[in-house]
Structures are given as structure tokens and as C-alpha cells.
């Protein structure tokens, strides 16, 4: 009986344990703010071609990766928690990704992705309709109960965009990992800074690595995320024990 | 031994006679030449010269995409439309598709009207009746079953291949589509994409191109 017990507690102090050593199970103390950074594609999903500053073109999946560590380095600078769904150039299917995601309870969760075409920041929402939140929720569609919450995240991320002098566009988009994901949840595509002119549709940069363009918009997402948090309140009193409320 | 006696009178006069047919009958032809000439350049030719219409022309409305502002906006053609109402559809897209594809396009995507391979329109929830719809025309039967419909879209691989990526230009591209089948014929109330015949994760590695869009939902951004 002694040993069974022994082992139940290993068993208990394994399960708490090695999910964190191994970063594959980040689950965060609920009532720490915690930021789920997506970088989007990995492995053979190279995602859009960016023309870079160079002239010669690179994946966006390196783009992501690269914002997506610099904006954890942000976040933890300002006492955030933050977990990435990649830290390095693997592949990563969207179910992974959003359970990652569910897993650290977060409170905000971005999927990061860039692109050529337009101009500024794109935030993309989920366009599954709002629904109530139940007891059990559909894997495919989790992230309905959450839109009311992922449109005021959205609403912060654009204010802070903004004001740092970033066009931003607001929409709604079918992005499988973010309906699977049960946190208020926006998509974050980053496109060249200097866009087409709006008469002749000419793009005189269309570049997104430019680094102080890209610090700029980390800089913006990470004041956000602080704005987001510092209004969390909200969030926090609608928790309730046992099961997480959106 | 004189002139006289080396051509014969009659040869003479044959000759004469010839010659005066000849000439008449370069007059005639030029004369024949000369009115042909001038009914075609007023336009009364009888040879049919242009080629005759598919279909009459009808004002049509595409929701035209525009990646500077990420909107979409509409914007009224006139369009010769087939009357069958999956062959309209296809139709619609394809101009649609063809306006992304001209060189100076608001939101530029190759392929052209030849990316749609086929459109099926199908019942919602098999609701409506599918020989009613066989004969009727989208508010143009009196009496037609006027149920929602399902538009299945066939694209090619190609246009998949070749669509740029991005979470934005997919974006538009789908719910441009899903737009101007609703606005031209409102009886489509849902739309689901297949790509060669099977279904796709996404268009170009974001949009999902695996869930049932409602075309009510195609409002765009701010």
C-alpha cells in the first residue's frame, strides 16, 4: 500500500512537472495573465513569400517565429507569462496549435502571420456567430463563445496600433486554429508598413522586415496585451472554479 | 492583195461585238463593286458579320474586392447571363475572377473566369425541391421553388496553386465570391468550396476552405 501511494504521488508530481520541462503542455495558474503567442505555419508550411529589404524573398513562416520572440521578449519584460506554440522552425497543425493554446488557459491568444498584400496590421477575428458558452463545446467551433471577448481584445490591439501610428484593419476570417481556440482570440497579420498608394495602387515598399518597423509593431501589441490585462478585471470576476467562463 | 483581204469581215464585226461585251461587262462589275462598297459602309450588309449573342444582356452585381482598404465594395455590369441558374453562377464568378486577374486590379489574383471549374447548386438542409429548380430560373419562374440553396464551388488546382497567401487576400477572394453569388442571386444562402473535386484545408494556406460560409456573413471590416 505504501509503494502504491509513493507512486501516486510521483505519478501526480510527474503530471505537474513534465508537461512544463517538456513545453508541450504549458498550463498557467489561473490566476496569472498568461499570453498564448501563435507563430503562424512551421516545417514544410513555409506560408506567404515576403519580399524583404534585400530583394529576396523569405518565408513567412521565419517572419512569425522572429516577431513571435520578440514579442515574448516584451511581454516577459513586463511580468507577463507567455507561451509560444513554436520556438523554432517545426511543423505545427492548427489542432496542436489550439490546444496548446487551451491548455495554458490564456488570456490572450494571437496568431501571428504577415503577408505582402495591403498595408499596416490586419486583425482578424473568428467569424464563427457568438454562442453561449456550455458545458461541453464543439472542438471545431470553441472559440464561438468566446467572440465577444476576442472583439474587445481586438478593439485594445487596434487602439494601441493606432495610436502608435500603424494603419490597422479589422475583420473576420475562418482561420481553423483560432476556432478551435477557447480564449479570446485574435489574428494578427503583419504587411508592409508604407502600403499601396490609394489612387494609383502602387506599393513603393512593400517590405515587412524592416526592424524598426517590426519593433514598432511588437512595441504596439505588447503595450496592448499590458492595456489588456490592467483591464482584465472583467475577465477575472466572470472566471469561475472548476471551469473557465468566457 | 489589200488589208481588207487578210481579216474577214465578219471576224471584224465578231470582234467589235466582243470587245463592246468585255467592256459592258467591266462596267457592270465595277458598277456591282461599287454599290457593295457602299452598303457596307452604311451598314446594310446582309452577311452577318458579328457574332451572335449567348445570352441578352443583365445587369449583374460583383463584389469587388480592394486589398489597399480591405473592403469589398460592389460595383454593377452589364453581363450576358445564361438563364440556368448554376451556369449564372459560374458565370458571375468567372467575371469576377477575370476583374482580379487584369493587370491593374484592386485585388490581384491569376486564373481568370477558367479557375471556376464547375458550380452545383444543391438544397439546404434538402428542404427544397430539386426538379423545381431544374426548370426555374432565379426570380424569373413564376411558381419556382424559392428555398435557399447551397452553391458548391469547383475551383482548380491552379488558382489554388497560384492564389497569393495571406490571411487578408484569402480572405477577400472567399467571401468576394460568397458576395456576389448572394447579392445576384439571393436564393444562395450558403457556399462551400472544393478544390479539383476535393475538399481543401485552405485556399492558399489560411482561409479554411473546409467549413460551409454563409453568404449573410460577408460583411467586411470597418
Redesign the interface.
Known sequence: MASLGRLGILAALAGTILPCAFGQSPSAPASRFTVVLDAG?GGD?A???LTTQTGSPEA?KYYTLELSVRLRSLLRARGITVVTTRESDGALDADRRAEIANQAEAQACLSI?A?????GV?L?LS?L?PAQAGKFSSWRTAQAAWVPKSLALAGVLNSALKHAGIPV????????AI?SMACPAV?V?V?PEA??D?NT?NNPSPVVDDPAYQLKVADALAAALVEWRSDGAEFKNSAQPGRRQP | MNSDSLIPRYQLVLFLILLLLSAGLGGLLWHLRERAHERMLVGKTSTPTTAPQVAPLEQATLMVAR????TIGARALSLPLPHEPSARARALLGELLDLYAEP?S?HPVPGGAASIAQVFLLPVGGSANLESKAGGGFGTAAGADTGPELAVVNLTGTFAVGH??????E?LT?LSMCATLHANLPRITEVRFLVNGEPR??L?????L??T?LTG?TV???
Open positions: 505555419h508550411d506560408g506567404a513569400s513567412e502571420h503577408a505582402t498584400t495591403g498595408t490586419h482578424f467569424s456567430a484593419t479589422v475583420g473576420r476570417t475562418a482561420l481553423t476556432d489574428a497579420e504587411t502600403g499601396p490609394r495602387g | 486589398d489597399v482598404d480591405d491593374d484592386t497569393p497567401s495571406g490571411l487578408e487576400t480572405t472567399v484545408a485552405t492558399a494556406g489560411h482561409a479554411d473546409t467549413r460560409y456573413d467586411l471590416q470597418q
